[in-house]
């Protein structure tokens, strides 16, 4: 089994940075994805930020020269460097991990429980 485990969230004046951290445990050798989400009240769930095994990333339009993901493989750990944030940006912030090999077996499309991300003055 995979559990991601998300931090970093809260209440942020809007201009200001916050980062938000995902640290993923349990049967995992590799992880090919791993990548950030975002659901505001009343809309879809959308993509902010995916990063793959190679280092390629791919982001949301909106969030495009704001936010800058990274990752640390041996640490099994996501990370999302907010900067400048909107109003906007206020969210629950889910991190997924997919196409992870385990110990004799594969895990796709893995979820954390989410952060709240608020950004108000």
């Known amino acids: 089994q995979v559990r991601l485990v998300e931090s970093g969230g809260g209440l942020m004046q809007p201009g200001g940075s916050l980062r938000l951290s995902c640290a993923a445990s349990g049967n995992i050798l590799s992880i090919d994805a791993m990548g950030w989400y975002r659901q505001a009240p009343g809309k879809q769930r959308e993509l902010v930020a995916i990063?793959?095994?190679?280092?390629?990333?791919n982001y949301g339009d909106s969030v495009k020269g704001r936010f800058t993901i990274s990752r640390d493989n041996a640490k099994s750990t996501v990370y999302l460097q907010m900067n400048s944030l909107k109003p906007e940006d206020t969210a629950v912030y889910y991190c997924?991990?997919?196409?992870?090999?385990?110990?004799?077996?594969?895990?796709?499309?893995?979820w954390g429980q989410g952060t709240q991300v608020s950004v108000s003055s």
């Open positions: 990063i793959f095994s190679n280092g390629d990333t």
């Open positions: 997924n991990a997919d196409r992870v090999r385990g110990s004799g077996r594969w895990y796709f499309d893995s």
